[in-house]
């Protein structure tokens, strides 16, 4: 083979698997902008997101609509834009003051109306014209609407209210990222309870340099900047801004990743990320985009979004949706005979984290608990939130029903820790709470018999039905009749009291038609005869659970005595318990592990 002929090769080869790269990216990571959110909510140590800055603008014009659709193509998860006003008060996405370099016009855009702006065309990156046309931003947020991609507005800040009746108007609010650069009593003072309804994201500034503030207005102490918005907003995320590797904006990072916050670095010039730019990262992406990355960066944003994924691929940085648990779980669950024992926690990991709260089901996620017991209550207005009381007055700051408030002003409290301390969290929505469950754990929902044909279609739109567990103690006629619709779609788990002079008749009752796939059994004496009957019932199929909860549930082999001696819990393996739910997770799981009873 002559030279000319291996060139040839080696660049089809090159091409072959570029495309293929390419095409694995294409929409292959999120299927719904709330999937992408969770995933800045919860960052995980396999998966780099890309935000695209200002849209794929080598392949169209910056800040068109085409820009960001390739985006979605690529599997980029945010794309920023720029947002400029016009004479007329119409919002427009455009980054310059002026139009000169962007489009056929020239001048400000502030001096032009939307009507004179839609007669220019959008130049693209060689300065040609192009058949593209300046969105508005109501354009841009139909264009986008429901697809699995975020927009970040920047500039938008000086035009906010405007925004978000865009926004609203066109019902794509949670769709966006709102940045700033002043400290949070500033902020709420501009902007008050504007700065709560929108996903926002601070912008950490070293002290020695800001592009958006004079040298008096500059940051002294990130730390402490950074920490106020953690205590009083819990922000999505936090974009940080190091202009060399020595900066104290690390210390500020060290802070965030703490809380479990997502960090976002721009790559796209040098100082605002200690010189590992796009424009070297291309030559050696190790030295650059892996040393961002090992630095603390979850989000990047960057010039070069195809080049990035590609590289991130390479890496095994792409795995949003590729180590799904709920197949192992759902494997265990069925599977009766299993030698393992699952663990479920009671309202989630409240010791650690208030109950029922976002931050308690991902501490359970964290430490492998296979399911989370989780209570929905409805609003006044019909909204599904997590709340095991009918008030607020235990767990929140707030009093009264919850089914006397509208979700709206339930996302004013706050939730309470076990010592009734106040804390940053929020009383979730049953949709949020599922969306960050999906993929990683099984879910049993309390208190939602009643109304579950809502949580039904909540768990049908987050894609999570089956990791779905609820419970009733109904017999198997009331079941069929009241809930027979959804025993095909989610698993029905009956509730048996043993000390109950129709137990057994009710066990057999079960067992004799379709074999549910587990039984719960609230055990008061651990000397009632039915107990030998659990390797039986295990034997033809059903999973046995027993709470760990309190004495009462199992004999007296509660967590609070396995506490002062975890053999307490040998009670019940030796009575052939397969699913346990806790209020002490993390030691039940401690105790398993040891004796191989749990991955």
């Not at 695209?52 to 834009?81: F, Q, T």
């Not at 049908?460 to 009331?478: A, D, F, M």
Request: proline share 4%; hydrophobic share 40%.
């Amino acid at each position: 083979m002559n030279q000319t002929h291996k060139i040839i090769v080696s660049l089809c080869c090159f091409l072959l698997f570029s495309i293929n790269i390419s095409s694995q990216n294409s929409r292959g990571y999120f299927q719904s902008y709330q999937d992408i959110i969770e995933m800045i909510d919860n960052p995980s140590d396999d998966h780099v997101m890309v935000v695209a800055h200002r849209g794929d603008w080598r392949n169209a014009p910056e800040n068109s609509i085409k820009a960001v659709l390739n985006c979605i193509e690529m599997g980029v998860e945010i794309v920023e834009i720029d947002i400029r006003i016009t004479k007329d008060n119409q919002l427009v996405v455009i980054h310059d003051l002026t139009l000169d370099r962007t489009t056929t016009g020239t001048g400000k855009v502030k001096d032009k109306t939307l009507e004179e702006i839609k007669e220019l065309s959008l130049k693209n990156g060689a300065n040609g014209i192009t058949a593209h046309k300046v969105p508005t931003l109501k354009e841009m947020m139909l264009a986008v609407k429901d697809k699995s991609i975020l927009l970040n507005l920047d500039k938008a800040w000086e035009y906010l209210p405007q925004t978000v009746s865009i926004l609203k108007e066109t019902e794509t609010l949670k769709q966006c990222i709102f940045k700033g650069n002043d400290p949070y009593e500033v902020m709420i003072e501009k902007h008050g309870n504007l700065l709560k309804q929108v996903n926002y994201m601070p912008m950490v500034w070293p002290p020695d340099y800001n592009i958006y503030k004079a040298e008096d207005e500059l940051i002294k102490d990130p730390v402490k900047y950074t920490n106020d918005y953690i205590e009083q907003l819990n922000p999505l995320a936090f974009e940080v801004i190091y202009s060399d590797e020595e900066s104290s904006i690390f210390d500020a990072i060290s802070k965030i990743k703490e809380h479990k916050i997502s960090v976002w670095v721009n790559t796209l010039w040098g100082k605002l990320c200690a010189f590992h730019q796009d424009d070297v990262a291309v030559e050696n992406p190790d030295k650059h985009y892996g040393w961002v990355i090992d630095h603390g960066a979850n989000i990047i944003q960057t010039d070069r979004p195809q080049f990035l994924i590609n590289y991130l691929k390479s890496k095994n940085l792409r795995n949003a949706n590729s180590k799904s648990k709920i197949p192992l779980l759902i494997g265990n669950l069925e599977d009766s005979t299993n030698k393992e024992i699952m663990v479920v926690a009671h309202r989630g990991d409240w010791r650690n984290a208030p109950e029922n709260s976002l931050q308690a089901i991902k501490s359970c996620i964290d430490m492998g608990v296979d399911m989370v017991e989780i209570d929905v209550r409805e609003t006044k207005d019909g909204k599904l939130v997590l709340m095991h009381d009918e008030t607020l007055d235990r767990t929140t700051n707030g009093q009264g029903l919850v089914s006397n408030w509208t979700l709206d002003s339930l996302k004013t409290l706050h939730l309470l820790d076990g010592l009734g301390v106040k804390t940053p969290n929020k009383i979730p929505t049953l949709e949020e709470a599922l969306r960050l469950c999906k993929g990683k754990i099984l879910v049993n929902l309390d208190k939602s018999y009643s109304i579950f044909d809502k949580c039904f279609e909540i768990a049908k739109k987050t894609e999570t039905l089956n990791q779905i567990v609820i419970k009733g103690n109904k017999t198997k006629k009331e079941v069929e009749a009241e809930f027979g619709q959804f025993l095909d779609e989610v698993y029905f788990m009956p509730i048996v009291k043993l000390n109950n002079p129709n137990a057994e008749h009710i066990i057999e009752e079960y067992l004799e038609s379709e074999v549910p796939i587990a039984f719960e059994f609230t055990v008061p004496q651990d000397t009632i005869s039915l107990i030998k009957k659990f390797k039986d019932i295990r034997d033809k199929g059903a999973g046995v659970w027993v709470n760990s909860l309190w004495p009462q549930h199992n004999g007296g082999h509660d967590d609070e005595k396995a506490l002062l001696n975890p053999e307490i819990y040998n009670w019940f393996i030796d009575a052939n318990v397969d699913m346990i739910q806790t209020d002490r997770p993390a030691l039940l799981l401690q105790y398993l592990r040891a004796r191989g009873l749990h991955q």
